[in-house]
């Protein structure tokens, strides 16, 4: 089968901005009167509040956009992982020439220098689901939501951070809808 193109994607930094998704597909891969999933083993998340989560708001929307969840005989099998990392901005630069110069004696030089603010420093996660063809097993849709997530303190506020990222995410699923 053909490589995907966006199998590597970068996953794109959002810092304060929201929800920041990226998808890509197999465009040979039909998708029409595909009715069914399951899920197969998942790189998942460090505790199972954000795994159960995760899987009720794929399976909602998943569902919404008239897909059944099976346990056997599905025709897409739906991975996921999620991931945290630290995320900064960046600090300012500054450079400039010093001296003088001209005819005769003088002086010349250049300097730069570093400085500003220190970087201001947020944690981001990572939803990153894969879709497979149960019949050949290879990866035909894949996509990932990224957002900051300073503030979610409660469960609540991280439940609905998931479900934002997962509607956003699926979407446009399947390619062509």
Not at 61 to 89: C, H, I, M, N, W
Not at 127 to 145: H, M, P, Q, R
Not at 161 to 176: E, N, Q, T
Request: proline share 4%.
């Amino acid at each position: 089968m053909r490589m995907l193109a966006g199998l590597g994607l970068a996953l794109v930094s959002v810092g304060c901005s929201g929800i920041s998704t990226s998808t890509d597909h197999d465009p040979d891969f039909d998708f029409s009167g595909l009715s069914s999933f399951y899920w197969i083993d998942s790189l998942g998340p460090a505790d199972d509040f954000t795994g159960s989560t995760v899987r009720s708001s794929v399976r909602a929307a998943l569902t919404a956009r008239g897909f059944k969840e099976s346990s056997t005989d599905a025709a897409l099998g739906v991975s996921y992982q999620v991931t945290t990392e630290p995320s900064s901005d960046a600090t300012s630069t500054s450079s400039g020439d010093w001296g003088r110069s001209g005819w005769g004696r003088g002086w010349d030089g250049v300097g730069m220098s570093t400085g500003g603010n220190p970087p201001n420093v947020w944690q981001e996660g990572t939803l990153i689901l894969g879709i497979f063809d149960t019949s050949t097993k290879n990866l035909v849709w894949t996509g990932s939501a990224t957002t900051e997530l300073s503030g979610l303190q409660t469960r609540e506020d991280r439940e609905k951070a998931i479900d934002a990222a997962v509607k956003k995410l699926i979407g446009d699923f399947p390619p062509g809808s």
